[in-house]
């Protein structure tokens, strides 16, 4: 629940009338956001950090705001989606005109607001917040900032609560081919990487204008799970390293620069010759300049990510933006040094393994050399299959025995195993060796299975299972294990979503401290929580596995497992045009 309706249902479950709205005065003028007297925070949302990029702006880098104006403008509902073709993404609308930031703050944080008078009688000086910059995913397809699970006030408040108060922000940036387009005209007007340059131009609003919320310039976590966990790692590389003083500290949660493929105009051109062609643009001389004059409802359709064939639009080695693969950008240590936080979840494969198809080595062998785009020789995929055999407790999910899941496939552990690996933890490996050799680099592994839904009917405070007969707790489906998206729950400290359980909200509770510490100091660690050790604290690297007490509790361990198949498929990365 988010927006307007989340704001309202708080106030009336806590039977409270909103304080006088909080406004803030920034370089182009002053907007209004909402109080949230339950929370003690106030949330400004959907304010533009950039122009319209609908018409003379399609296809271009994102263009700073041009204007100023008098008065008081209202930030109270998100901003519309960028484009994509996912309806639910809608719920705020969906437009041309998306590149909003959302801000929540603990109140009281703003630096417009008339100082206190301190105990002598001087002016008090409120100390500014670390800012925490959410990158939604989606694969780089779909996804906006406006999603229920990405909702910052629970975080806010725990960072409170803690004694160590943040400020949170989220952002909307064009994907698909609205921030991906790539042809030789792309290439050639110097319009690449769109949605790399969004990220980048809301960061340097930050810096322009996030102290006027009260929050640190100086001290900015980029963070993101998924896509936005690639769009962390591809930052931290774009020009080659460079940083501009636009953040600070990264969180990547599920998701490596590598983890996408970096396909030329040898793919995409026939794709933005197709686009060409619906838009009866063919006979410009400036085909992309014609393509800026076509109605955003006619050109919608064209640019449909789930019809274009293949993975989608991603980011290109543009030589610019992206100046090398981030293979290549890791070994000459081209990449922010910078404290990172970063890991995967046991189980990342079962959401990308193919469903019903892999039944025997022949299918898999098959799938491996035609269907996943990673040109490998017929020799290395032999040798990949020797390094994953068919044996399901070695498979993914991880400690489910024999089991095979034999309805998704009867070898689905296999696979799934092989393209986790592939897409997360092979590149988080090969990350984690090269961040750490100049940043501190904490590593986690994510252990614990989800909810995926509960109606909470009861109180589950005084039962040691954690709730009770008028309870439907429903935990994610045991095929799935502990899959992609799985922390992102606990991260955001959200009750609703984390699920009722005691454990799991002491999970949670745990995690969500390791990362605002780590937004404010660049470390995890703190008194009452398990030691996170740097990962090259020993030789083969060292993990901190976050998981439920009755689990068994988080634990460290050598970042050692299925090492053999991890490292030769980061041997091979290179294939896959990463």
Partial sequence: MTGQLFISTLLIAAGLTAAAEPVVRLLNGSYEGLHLPSFQQDVFLGIPYAQDTGGINRFRIPQSLAETWKGVREAKIYGPACPDQDEADGHYGMSEDCLSINIVRPSGSSRNEKEGEGAEGGKTTRPKLPVLLWIHGGSYQVGTSALPNYNLTFLVQRSVDLGLPVLAASINYRKGGWGNMYSREIQGSGNTNLALRDMRKALAWIQENIGAFGGDASSVTIWGESAGSFAVGQLLMTYGGRTDGLFHRSIQESGSAATAWYNGSDWYQPIYDNIVEQANCTQAIDTLKCLRTIDYETIYPFLNSSTVTGPGWYPTVDGDVIPAYPTELLRRGQFAQIPHLYGTNSDEGTDNAPVGTINTDTDLYNYLQRDTGFGFPASTIRRIMQLYPDDPSQGIPLNTGTERFADRGYQYKRVAAIVGDVFYHAPRLDDARHYAKGAPTFVYRFNTRPLVGYS?????????????????????????????????????????????WPGYRALSAQMSEQWIRFAHTGDPNGKGLPLWPRYNGREKGLNLVLQTEAQGGSYIEEDTYRIEGREYLTKWARRRHV
């Fill in 456 to 500: 909470n009917t009861t109180d589950y405070s005084d039962t040691a299972a954690g709730g009770g007969d008028n309870a439907t707790v429903m935990l994610a489906p045991a095929y799935k294990g502990v899959a992609h998206f799985s922390e992102v729950a606990f991260v955001f400290a959200n009750p609703g979503t984390v699920g009722p």
